[in-house]
């Protein structure tokens, strides 16, 4: 998911909201929505379906007011369904909030306990309804005029796993980031004194703000009248960026951590020219994520790079679709070749991961039948093993091709002449030459936060 904030007297929230939530597109396609608070009075509009369908201008004037939050939405837990779009929000104890998250925890049901609300069927539903019954359980909390700053604080630390969140009443703008930083959000402030809250760097360069640092690991920042204060919910734990930001999910024109994620795909694809050589006429990217790593392969090799696909810049990221019917379809109309450039032509095809194999399977398809001689199939990241439980949705590990098959059989399934993974180790060391500090659960089986009632070994 992608998350945004702003508090900003000098402009109109709805407008700065819907161009963070255009940048931040690529993190959630399924429902995007924003609400909007004129200082007395908070307004929601949200919809399934991609943030250019959802909003324009009409909708986005029917949203006065100059502090909002917004969400696009990628379904972990809780299914693709208007009544999980969000921001969500909640009445209680005289307080209206509304919420927004990236990242998944993993201590819900425990936290859901017994409440018979039927309708509490995401983990956002459950923080959103734990905030809402400290607000009017507790009188000293109800009381006072920051009562939801004193409900965070109580519920903050009893959440487990991954969350970055944006959440906001008719006057205070909130961000927080859970104790091993999983999931990124970064503070940036306006020319014009406003604060901006995002999950990536480009969210605030589309609103002309600058990066000012990110949220640490069990931080909250309040943006009130005053400025930005910020309070520790609960001591950092050791640092687990999610290694797959660097792979896959963030744009490649941000930082992560004080890393280019462009340039760390680019080492990623020199460290694999170094690992796994190949001899072979040309190197291509699958577009759009794996591009800079290609540029590193054929950097370091010194094979031409090319391109032999192209992409229909209209379709959404077909791993990110929540069915696998609707996987299947919209592998079809994503790639196609350019024959002239393939034909005959031993490649080298870099690809940023592989994790159920759907579109890689048929694309590659696509490349024989476009007469390419040999397939040489080299991927960004090491074999992708282990179900994610901090905000991808892969908990269904018999669905990941590297769970269930050797590297020798998912070659042949994929029909690629040879296939090679980077090494995790140099993967790490592509990213950030400093050791330690990331997530690398799907690759390694090793959970930074344990889940309940899994056995990892
Ligand atoms: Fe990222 Fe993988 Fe960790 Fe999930 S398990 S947070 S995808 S590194």
Known sequence: CGVFGVRDPQQPAAHLTYLGLFALQHRGQESAGMAVSDGGKITIDKDMGLVSAIFDEYRLQALPGTMAIGHTRYATTGASAWRNAQ????????TFFALGHNGNLVNTAELAGDRPDADLDSDSDVVAALIADALTADPQIADGDGALIAALAAVLPRLQGAFSFVIMDETRLIG????????PLFLGQCDTGGWVLASETPALNVVSARVIREIDPGEAVVIDDEGVHSFQFAPP????????????????????????????????????????PVDADMVMPIPDSSIPGAQGYAAESGIEYGDGLIKNRYIGRTFIAPSQKLRDNAVRIKFNAIEDNVVGKRLVVVEDSIVRAT??????????DAGAAEIHLRVLSAPYRWSCFYGLDTSDRSKLVAATMSIEQIRDHLGADSLAYLELDQMLTAISPEPGGFCTACMTGDYPVPIPGMLTT
């Open 87 to 94: 921001p969500v929000a909640r009445h209680a104890g005289g």
């Open 176 to 183: 927080a980031r859970d104790a091993h930083g999983f999931r």
């Open 237 to 276: 734990q050791s640092r687990a960026l999610c290694s797959f930001e660097f792979v896959y999910i963030a744009r490649p024109d941000g930082t992560l951590g004080g890393v280019g994620v462009h340039a760390a795909r680019r080492r990623m694809g020199r460290a694999l020219a170094r690992q796994k």
């Open 359 to 368: 579109t890689l399977r048929a694309t590659m398809r696509l490349l024989r």
